[in-house]
């Protein structure tokens, strides 16, 4: 009975050794493999690299619509947003240029950002979106900027979104109008309410306050 016994223990060791060396196998990954660019002879153009199936597109390079992508068309900056003006876009572009544009250009866009008035030294001064050129300039240029920079302005495509890219010019041509419009360029509905007086008690409120 011992002899049986110490057999069955042996074949179990050596069961046991033959799995753990089986799994020693290294053919799976010692398999024999081709360096990129490298010459087969195992396909028939000689070639180890395989050619792309016809239509294949770079991972997050879907983008059909050139124009809201790069700000050009044509061959010429868009002179028009890609979508329509509203004011939760003007607000989220107002968010977004707060928190990457105004460092430089200053939080009304004029170029007086916290680099430029604590004395960096800039190879190029950072911009000011109401002098003419800017002004002038159609909405794809600043989106072209954003997305591949400008002199020391570094590319921003990997921070801001195309979307946020849209919205913070939309935000930037609200920032130009506001410093440079004219009573012509008011809504006339508006433009009336401010021409009126003010009210007899607004104008006497710190009056009233102060006898009161």
Known sequence: MAKTTSHISRALALGSLAIFVAGCN???WRQPRHEPLDASEFFADGAANRP???????????REDAPFFTGIQDGHWVDKLPMPVTAD????????FRIYCTPCHGQLGDGNGM?????FALRR???????????????????DVITNGYGAMYSY????????RWAVVAYIRALQLSQNATPADADPVE?????HPAP?????????????
């Not at 792309?52 to 879907?62: A, D, K």
């Not at 876009?89 to 977004?96: F, H, S, V, W, Y």
């Not at 433009?191 to 021409?195: A, D, P, Q, R, V």
């Not at 007899?200 to 009161?212: H, L, R, T």
């Open 26 to 28: 290294t053919d799976m």
């Open 200 to 212: 007899a008690e607004a104008a006497s409120g710190e009056g009233a306050k102060s006898e009161g």
């Open 191 to 195: 433009l009336e309410k401010s021409t």
């Open 125 to 143: 001064p950072p911009g000011n979106y109401h002098t003419d050129r800017l002004r002038k300039m159609p909405v794809g240029h600043f989106y």
């Open 89 to 96: 876009l003007i607000k989220r572009g107002q968010d977004r």
């Open 157 to 164: 495509a990997s921070r801001i979104e195309p979307q946020d």
């Open 115 to 119: 680099i430029s008035k604590r004395g």
């Open 52 to 62: 792309l199936v016809p239509g294949s597109i770079p991972r997050g390079h879907l």
